[in-house]
Every structure is written in structure tokens, then in C-alpha cells.
């Protein structure tokens, strides 16, 4: 039998350094470890789900799309999604207690449920396959740039009405590589600009 450097048969040696050995087979059976079950989260996601498909089904009847005219009932969807989903991360982030069922349910559920990238596809698809490119090319552009400023607005709303600051990039690009100003000594003249 063939000997490893630390003297014992090289079979048995695991081959990950932090894994635990595996037994010989003529031993015992080998049994992995019981996976923990989380059917709770998953039952809160499925109900959270249900709920954001119907209101999102309820906001499509109520606002039909005309064969070859812009689908306002996704745009409307996927948008205010975005924004509600901006306004969430802040809040179970940063403002609210940590809890183990309200992101399930309302980030991956309700509003997982709610916005719906496949029909936005599918009718971008549609678009472009009866030849309406102008349709098309405004719908993508424009779920994709009111997408990211709904989220922006969101996050915005949400730290405001909460009291957190807004945080905000360099005003300039030239600011950007610059270090952190030093605190002025009392009695100077305080300088232009964004305190740091």
C-alpha cells in the first residue's frame, strides 16, 4: 500500500484539507449530513409570491395592451417594482429591526411576484418580430433608464423619510481621486463645497 508523507495510507487522506475524511466503504456506509430544512422561508416567498403575481395580474387587465402599442401595464410593473424594491433594501437594511420572514416575503415574494422581466421580454420580442422597431426601441430603452432611477428614487424616499442621510458621489469627476479634506482649524474661514 502506498505511504503519504505523514505516514498514513494515501486512501485516507482527504483531499481538502478542511473536509472531514471519508470512511472506508467495508466499514460503514457513508451518510451526508442532513441539509436544514427551510420550509418556513419557503412557504413565506410562495405566499408573498402568489400575492405580487395577482396584483401584478390585476394591473394588466386593467391597463390592456393594443397589438403593436406600448405595453404601459409591464412598464408600469416593472417600474414601480423597482422603486418599491429601492425603498425596501433601505429599510430592511438600515431602518427596521432584523427579521427573519419580511425580506423573504416582500423583496424575493411580493415583489419577485409583482415585476416580471420574462414579459417585458416576450413583449419586446413581439415588437420587434411585427416589425414595430420604434415601439421597441423606446420600450427597452426606457424601462431600462426608469428602472435604475426608480430604484435611485427609492433608495432617495427612503432614507429621507427615515432620517438617514442621502448619500451622494463627489460633485465634481476631479473630486473623485482626491483625498479626505482635514478638518479647518477653529477660527478659519470655512471652505467652498460639500463637507467631507
Known amino acids: 500500500m502506498e505511504r503519504s508523507q505523514a505516514g498514513k495510507p494515501a486512501e485516507t487522506l482527504p483531499v481538502d484539507p478542511d473536509a472531514e475524511p471519508r470512511p472506508a466503504v467495508a466499514t460503514r456506509t457513508y451518510r451526508p449530513r442532513a441539509r436544514s430544512r427551510q420550509w418556513d422561508i419557503q412557504a413565506v416567498i ?24 406600448f405595453p404601459w ?33 416582500l423583496g424575493v415574494g411580493v415583489l419577485g411576484g409583482f415585476t416580471t422581466f420574462s414579459t417585458y421580454t416576450v413583449e419586446l420580442r413581439g415588437m420587434l418580430a411585427l416589425g414595430h422597431w420604434s415601439t421597441a426601441d423606446a420600450y427597452a430603452l426606457t424601462s431600462i433608464v426608469a428602472g435604475f432611477a426608480a430604484v435611485w428614487t427609492g433608495i432617495v424616499v427612503a432614507r429621507r423619510t427615515s432620517g438617514l442621510p442621502v448619500r451622494r458621489g463627489p460633485r465634481r469627476r476631479s473630486e473623485a481621486g482626491r483625498a479626505p479634506k482635514q478638518p479647518a482649524a477653529a477660527g478659519a474661514a470655512p471652505t467652498r463645497g460639500r463637507p467631507s
Do not use: D, H
Open 73 to 105: 401595464a409591464t412598464f408600469l410593473t416593472n417600474v414601480s417594482g423597482c422603486f418599491l424594491l429601492g425603498l425596501l433594501m433601505v429599510y430592511v437594511l438600515e431602518v427596521w429591526p432584523p427579521s427573519r420572514y419580511v425580506r423573504p416575503f
Open 46 to 69: 410562495a405566499l408573498g409570491g402568489g400575492l405580487g403575481s395577482i396584483a401584478r395580474y390585476g394591473l394588466a387587465k386593467a391597463l390592456p395592451t393594443p397589438a403593436g402599442g
